[in-house]
């Protein structure tokens, strides 16, 4: 439970730095440009690199069955290879934050939509002052 609850702030507390530097660099319309999101664009930058490392983790553990099932041993058909790819199928092994299998595919949604709202705060589509 700690590990979830450090993964969903940790991604919250990235996503509100980069905007909230965004707005600062909006309001004060003076030279200190870049210099005041860059820090929180690189910290949004490595939690993303985290965020697609667990979803790797996912990734590994559903190709376990296909890579059990490739190897040799004596037997053709083993039953109790069977067993183990059966128990590793039904146990829907990889990364959980709150019992949702964190896959890439929701890291990419996470990703993109970061991306879109940011875009439209730093392009002014979206005007919250």
């Given at each position: 439970?700690?590990?979830?609850?450090?993964?969903?702030?940790?991604?919250?507390?990235?996503?509100?730095?980069?905007?909230?530097?965004?707005?600062?660099?909006?309001?004060?319309?003076?030279?200190?440009?870049?210099?005041?999101?860059?820090?929180?664009?690189?910290?949004?930058?490595?939690?993303?690199?985290?965020?697609?490392?667990?979803?790797?983790?996912?990734?590994?553990?559903?190709?376990?069955?296909?890579?059990?099932?490739?190897?040799?041993?004596?037997?053709?058909?083993d039953?109790e290879?069977?067993?183990?790819?059966?128990?590793?199928?039904?146990?829907?092994?990889?990364?959980?934050?709150?019992?949702?299998?964190?896959?890439?595919?929701?890291?990419?949604?996470?990703?993109?939509?970061?991306?879109?709202?940011?875009?439209a705060?730093?392009?002014?589509?979206?005007?919250?002052?």
């Open positions: 439970e700690t590990v979830e609850r450090g993964f969903l702030v940790l991604q919250a507390t990235a996503f509100a730095s980069l905007l909230l530097g965004l707005i600062d660099m909006k309001q004060s319309r003076e030279t200190a440009g870049i210099g005041i999101v860059l820090p929180g664009a690189l910290n949004l930058l490595a939690i993303v690199m985290v965020f697609f490392r667990a979803a790797a983790v996912t990734e590994k553990c559903e190709h376990v069955p296909t890579f059990i099932n490739a190897l040799f041993f004596e037997q053709i058909v039953p290879r069977h067993f183990v790819v059966d128990h590793i199928i039904q146990s829907a092994a990889g990364f959980y934050v709150y019992d949702v299998c964190f896959t890439t595919v929701m890291a990419m949604k996470l990703t993109y939509s970061c991306a879109a709202i940011m875009f705060f730093s392009t002014g589509v979206l005007s919250i002052i």
